[in-house]
């Protein structure tokens, strides 16, 4: 039985709670947050200790601490458990500085811990089915790869201010999904923002609809939507395009009725936001986890895939301010 140390009691750390404590390999052993409170509330829910993340390291009884803080402590939190020598699943992104990112990831490669990105989205059924149905080939090769990511609603501008940014919070989803759909990160990215839904967040610095197109040495293209806000729920869906067919995975709807009358068709709406649509995609995030760390098998989601995506970001927020096309250098 692994014991797991879970840094940040906060809403996803909370999801993430549920999983650890539920999994036959694993035990929630501690907690730790910046508001002990919290901490005390989480920890007293699954029996386990709330304690302070230097105390949760510093322990030789936990084998593995999950990472839900916020994103500026990222990179300092995985330097640190690997350091104490404790696996690690950190949420994403790795950090929101691309040359941070990377120094953690030349200080911890010799630590021999692995180390997981939380993209959980790869997780996900649906876009799982579509990734292995064109490795089976499917539909010849990827051509033409379209995401779609919106958001029911924005967020707070006190949690825009601290975000990174749209390309950085929101669509490095979406980048960590194209590299895994196209097999490698693209050329260049060509990326366009707006505030349009909430003049707040622009006022804050930040985009809340944008569009960016990736280009792949090869001539394919990827292209993703990202907005901040769309009123029937947490809209997901992912389109490609291959040589020989295409593949498609739609939203996950709230119930699957749908009524026909002579008036039309209607059907029930997406789920409402990533908490509900993607709840099982987190629990299979975390048994993959498990599994690769008792199995001693390579991560399927690694420090430098959450990089690449990063990089991704850093490029989609340069491109936008400039509006040029941004080649990658990875």
């Known amino acids: 039985m692994l014991k797991i140390g879970l840094l940040g009691a906060g809403r996803i750390g909370r999801v993430h709670a549920v999983n650890i404590a539920g999994h036959a390999a694993t035990t929630l052993a501690a907690v730790s947050d910046v508001n002990e409170e919290a901490a005390q509330s989480l920890a007293a829910a699954y029996g386990a200790r709330a304690l302070g993340t230097d105390a949760i390291l510093a322990d030789a009884s936990i084998d593995a601490v999950l990472i839900a803080t916020s994103t500026d402590t990222h990179s300092d939190l995985i330097e640190k458990a690997t350091a104490a020598g404790k696996a690690v699943l950190c ?91 196209m097999g490698g990160a693209p050329a260049s990215i060509h990326a ?19 569009v960016v197109t990736l280009t792949y ?46 008036a039309g068709v209607t059907s029930a709406k997406p789920e409402f936001f ?14 993959a986890f498990v599994s690769s760390i008792v199995n001693g098998t390579p991560l399927p989601v690694s420090l430098e895939d959450g990089i690449a995506a990063l990089a991704l970001a850093e490029a989609a927020t340069q491109s936008a301010k400039s509006g040029q096309p941004v080649k990658l250098a990875l």
């Open 192 to 210: 366009v923002g707006t505030s349009i839904v909430d003049p707040a967040i622009g006022a804050a610095g930040d985009v809340d609809t944008a």
């Open 91 to 181: 949420e994403k992104p790795v950090d929101l500085s691309l040359e941070r990112a990377k120094a953690c990831l030349a200080k911890t490669a010799d630590s021999g811990k692995p180390v997981m990105i939380g993209f959980n989205r790869r997780f996900d059924p649906n876009f799982a089915a579509v990734r292995a149905a064109l490795s089976a080939g499917d539909i010849g090769k990827a051509e033409l790869l379209s995401i779609t990511s919106f958001d029911p609603a924005p967020p707070p501008v006190s949690y825009i201010k601290v975000s990174g940014g749209l390309f950085r919070d929101m669509m490095i989803h979406d980048f960590d999904m194209a590299n895994f759909m």
């Open 217 to 262: 040495t090869d001539g394919r293209i990827a292209v993703i939507k990202n907005s901040r806000r769309a009123v029937y729920g947490y809209d997901q869906r992912l389109e490609l395009l291959g040589s020989e067919g295409l593949l498609s995975a739609a939203n996950i709807l709230e119930n699957t009725v749908s009524k026909a009358t002579k």
């Open 274 to 287: 990533f908490l509900e649509r993607y709840m099982r995609a987190y629990a299979i995030e975390w048994d």
